[in-house]
C-alpha cells in the first residue's frame, strides 16, 4: 500500500509539472518557479509516506515531518549555527579567498612567468584533499572560526583565480590593437575592456566557490571547533542517534547554499545582461 500511495503522488506531480510545462505560459518566471517547487513538495510527500508506512526507524531515515518539528524547536540553536559556520566561517573565508585571488590574478596578468608558474600549482592544490588541509589550519589558528575561514580561503582562491586569469586573456587581439590605437595604457585597457570581457568567467568562479565556501566551512569544524557550528552540530549529532537534528542542519545549509549560489547568479544577470548567456 505505501509503495501504490507513493506512485500516485509521484503520478499526480508527474502530471501536474507536465501540463504546467507544456501549457501556454511554461515560459513565464512563475511557472518556471512552481514546477520545481511542486518537484521538491512530490519528493517530500514521498519520502513521508514511505518512511511512515513502511516503518522506517527514525535512525535511520527520520521522516520530514520530524524533522521540521526539530526544526522549528531548535531555531535559536540553528540560528548560532548558522551563525557560526556560515555568517563567520565561510563568508569570511569567501571575502578573503576572493579578494586575494582577484589580485594574484591582476600579478599573474602582468607576468607571463607567474601566469605559467601560479596555474599549475593551483591546480595542485585545489587538488589537496580538506581532510588533510582542515587539521593543519585548525592547529595553526585554533578551533575558532578564524581557521575555518582560512580554510575555505584556500578552497575558494583557487577556482576564482583561474577562472580570472582565464577571463582576462578571453578578448582578441584586435580589440586590445583598437584600444592602443586610442593611446589607452595598461589600466584603461584593462578596466574598459578586459574587465568587462572577463566578467562572465569572474562569475563562474565565484558561482563554484559558493559551494566550496559552505562545504570547507562545514566539513573543516570535524576537526576541532567549540561547542557550537554546523559541522560540529551535525557531528555530534549522529554521535547521539539525533537524525533529526543532522537532517536539520542539512536543511540549514542546503537553504543557505542555495541562497548563496542564487545571488550570485542574480547579479551576474544584472552584471552581464549584455552576454550571450544571459539572453
Known amino acids: 500500500m505505501a509503495y501504490l500511495i507513493a506512485l500516485a503522488i509521484w503520478a499526480a506531480g508527474w502530471f501536474i509539472n507536465a501540463k504546467l510545462a507544456n501549457g501556454p505560459q511554461s515560459d513565464t518566471r512563475g511557472i518556471s518557479l512552481l514546477i520545481p517547487i511542486i518537484f521538491g513538495i512530490t519528493i517530500v510527500a514521498m519520502w513521508e509516506v514511505l518512511v511512515t508506512m513502511l516503518g522506517v526507524s527514525p535512525i535511520i531515515l527520520p521522516p520530514p515531518s520530524m524533522i521540521a518539528a526539530r ?12 551563525e557560526q559556520t556560515i555568517l563567520k566561517g565561510a ?7 576572493m579578494i586575494a585571488a582577484f589580485a594574484v590574478a591582476l600579478l599573474a596578468d602582468r607576468s ?51 577562472n580570472t586569469v582565464a577571463g ?3 578578448t582578441s587581439a584586435m ?6 590605437t586610442y593611446g589607452a595604457g595598461y589600466w584603461p585597457t584593462l578596466f574598459k575592456l578586459r574587465l568587462p570581457a572577463a566578467l562572465p568567467f569572474i562569475f563562474n568562479g565565484l558561482k563554484i566557490a559558493t559551494t566550496l565556501a559552505l562545504i570547507g566551512a562545514i566539513v573543516a569544524e570535524f576537526f576541532g571547533s567549540p561547542t557550537v557550528g554546523m559541522g560540529f552540530r551535525i557531528s555530534t549529532s549522529v554521535g547521539q542517534l539525533a537524525l533529526d537534528m543532522v537532517w536539520a542542519e542539512i536543511v ?11 545571488a550570485m547568479a542574480f547579479f551576474e544577470k544584472r552584471v552581464t545582461f549584455w552576454h550571450p548567456s544571459q539572453r
Not at 540549514?252 to 542564487?262: K, N, T
Open 71 to 82: 526544526f522549528a524547536t531548535s531555531i535559536p540553536m540553528l540560528w548560532a549555527d548558522f
Open 91 to 97: 563568508l569570511t573565508g569567501y571575502i578573503v579567498g
Open 112 to 162: 607571463d612567468f607567474l601566469t605559467k608558474g601560479i596555474l599549475p600549482v593551483g591546480a595542485f592544490m585545489a587538488a589537496l584533499p580538506i581532510v588533510g588541509t582542515a587539521p593543519i589550519f585548525v592547529k595553526w589558528l585554533g578551533s575558532d572560526w578564524e581557521s575555518k575561514a582560512a580554510v575555505v580561503a584556500v578552497m575558494v582562491f583557487f577556482p576564482i583565480l583561474v
Open 168 to 170: 582576462l586573456k578571453d
Open 175 to 180: 580589440q586590445r590593437d583598437l584600444m592602443r
Open 252 to 262: 540549514v545549509a542546503a537553504l543557505a547554499g542555495s541562497a548563496f549560489y542564487g
